[in-house]
C-alpha cells in the first residue's frame, strides 16, 4: 500500500523487540555477537543479510537510511558521520585516477576545496559550470568525465538549477548526476524523479533541525551505493547509532517543521524585498529570483534559507551582522533557531572579491537560516539591524 510521506517518516521502524517498544531503542552497541562458527562464517562471507560491526550497520543506522531511501524515492542508502564525510566518501569511491569531474561553480566551500586542493593530487581534475549556463556543460564534458554533480538550491546564493535538463545531459553522456539536496530536504524535493543517479544530504541541516548532531548521507542507485558502502566499510566514516537515532526520530517532524520554515521564510522575503537598504532579494518561491518557474516546478516550497544583499558592501554587511540581536551569528543552517551569516567576511573571506562573485557572492551578502521562532520576531530583528 502507498503510504503518504509524513507516515513514512514516522512509521519507517527497525523490528521490535521481545519487549514491544512502541519508540525505536538505541542500539548503543560496537558490535553484535553469533550464534555459532556457521553463522558468524555465513555472514561475513555475506550469505545472510545482518548487522557484524556498527562501523559497517546497526538497526538505528538501518531505520534513518530507510526512512530516506523512501523519501527520496532511492532503492540504497549509506549513512555518514557529516555531510563532508558524505560528499568525500561518495565521489572516493566511484572515481579513479585520470578521471574528471564536472561541477557547479556554487558548491559549499569544503566541497570546493576537496575538488581544487585535494583531489588533483590524485590526479582527478574539475570543471566548472555557472548555475545560469547550462548550456555550457556539454562543451566541458570529455572522454574521461565521470560526474556531473550540483547543489541546488546552492549555498549560500540560493540559486536553483533545473534538475531535469542536467539529468538529461548527464543520461545523454553516460555520466554519474549527483546532487546535493540539502537546502531543499526530501521533503521539499526528490532529485531522483529528474533523474539524479545518487542524491546527498547532510543530516545536521533540516534533517536534525536543532543543531544538535552532526550526520551525511548519499541515497540512490544501489549498485552505486554498494560501490560506496564497501569503500566506507573499510575506510570508518559511519554514523554513530545515537546521532542515527536522533535524526530517525527528528524526520517524524521533517513536514511539519520545514513547512513552518519555509513559511517564515517567504515572508522575511517579500518584507526584504521592499526594504531601501537591500539592493536585492533571493528566494526561490520569490516571483523575482531568476529561476522563479524552475523552482516552482520541482520543489513542494522554497527552502529555509533567503539570501540578500545589503547596501554599502563590506563594511555594511560587518556592521548589519554586528547589529543582530535576536538571531544567531553562526555558519550552521536548518535549525530551529534563525540564523545570520555574512558569507564575505566570514565562511568565504580567504576568497578573493572575484573568486566570491563568480558564485554570487558580493560584500554585502547576507544569508538568513530562517528559523521556527515568530515571524514577527525575525523581521523585527533584521529591520533593527539594518536600520542601524
Known amino acids: 500500500m502507498s503510504r503518504k510521506f509524513e507516515t513514512e517518516a514516522i512509521r519507517t521502524q527497525t523490528e521490535r523487540t521481545q519487549f514491544l517498544e512502541h519508540s525505536t531503542p538505541m542500539y548503543l552497541t560496537s558490535s553484535f555477537v553469533f550464534e555459532d562458527a556457521e553463522d558468524m ?48 566518501s561518495t565521489f572516493a569511491a566511484l572515481l579513479e585516477s585520470g578521471d574528471h ?9 569544503s566541497t ?22 547550462l548550456d555550457g556543460i556539454e562543451a566541458l564534458i570529455q572522454p574521461n568525465t565521470k560526474i556531473l554533480y550540483a547543489e541546488s538550491p546552492t549555498n549560500p546564493g540560493v540559486d536553483v538549477l533545473d534538475l531535469e535538463a542536467l539529468g538529461a545531459i548527464a543520461k545523454k553522456y553516460n555520466l554519474i548526476f549527483i546532487i546535493d539536496n540539502c537546502f531543499a530536504s526530501p521533503y521539499l524535493q526528490q532529485p531522483i524523479k529528474f533523474g539524479a543517479n545518487l542524491v546527498i544530504h547532510s543530516g545536521t541541516k533540516l534533517m536534525d533541525g536543532q543543531g544538535r548532531v552532526l550526520a551525511g548521507i548519499t541515497v540512490g542507485d544501489g549498485a552505486l551505493v554498494d560501490k560506496i558502502y564497501r569503500f566506507a566499510r573499510i575506510t570508518g566514516p559511519a554514523l554513530s547509532p545515537f546521532n542515527a537515532w536522533v535524526l530517525s526520530k527528528s524526520l517524524e517532524t521533517l513536514a511539519l517543521r520545514v513547512d513552518r520554515h519555509c513559511e517564515n521564510a517567504l515572508q522575511l522575503a517579500t518584507f526584504l524585498e521592499s526594504h531601501p537598504k537591500v539592493s536585492w532579494v533571493k528566494y526561490p518561491f520569490l516571483k523575482s529570483h531568476p529561476n522563479y518557474e524552475v523552482a516552482k516546478r520541482q520543489m513542494k516550497a522554497g ?42 567576511s566570514t565562511t568565504h573571506s580567504k576568497l578573493s572579491s572575484e573568486e566570491r562573485l563568480a558564485v554570487g557572492i558580493t ?23 539594518l536600520e542601524r
Not at 563594511?315 to 535576536?326: S, T
Open 363 to 385: 560584500d554585502g551578502t547576507v544569508r538568513v537560516s530562517v528559523g521556527l521562532e515568530h515571524i514577527d520576531d525575525i523581521i523585527a530583528d533584521i529591520q533593527q539591524a
Open 41 to 88: 562464517r555465513a555472514s561475513f562471507a555475506e550469505e545472510k543479510d545482518r548487522n557484524i560491526y556498527s562501523r559497517y550497520s546497526n538497526p538505528n543506522s538501518n531505520e534513518f537510511i530507510a526512512k530516506v531511501c523512501k523519501m527520496e524515492g532511492a532503492e540504497a542508502g549509506f549513512a555518514f558521520a557529516s555531510g563532508m564525510a558524505a560528499v568525500y
Open 101 to 109: 569531474i564536472i561541477s557547479s561553480k556554487s558548491v559549499f566551500g
Open 112 to 133: 570546493h576545496s576537496l575538488f581544487t586542493q585535494f583531489f588533483p593530487k590524485w590526479n582527478i581534475a574539475t570543471d566548472y559550470f555557472d548555475v545560469d549556463e
Open 303 to 344: 527552502g529555509c534559507v533567503v539570501a540578500f544583499e545589503v547596501n554599502g558592501g563590506l563594511e555594511a554587511g560587518r556592521n548589519f551582522f554586528d547589529a543582530i540581536q535576536l538571531l544567531s551569528l553562526s555558519a550552521n543552517l536548518g535549525d530551529s533557531r534563525s540564523i545570520v551569516t555574512h558569507p564575505a
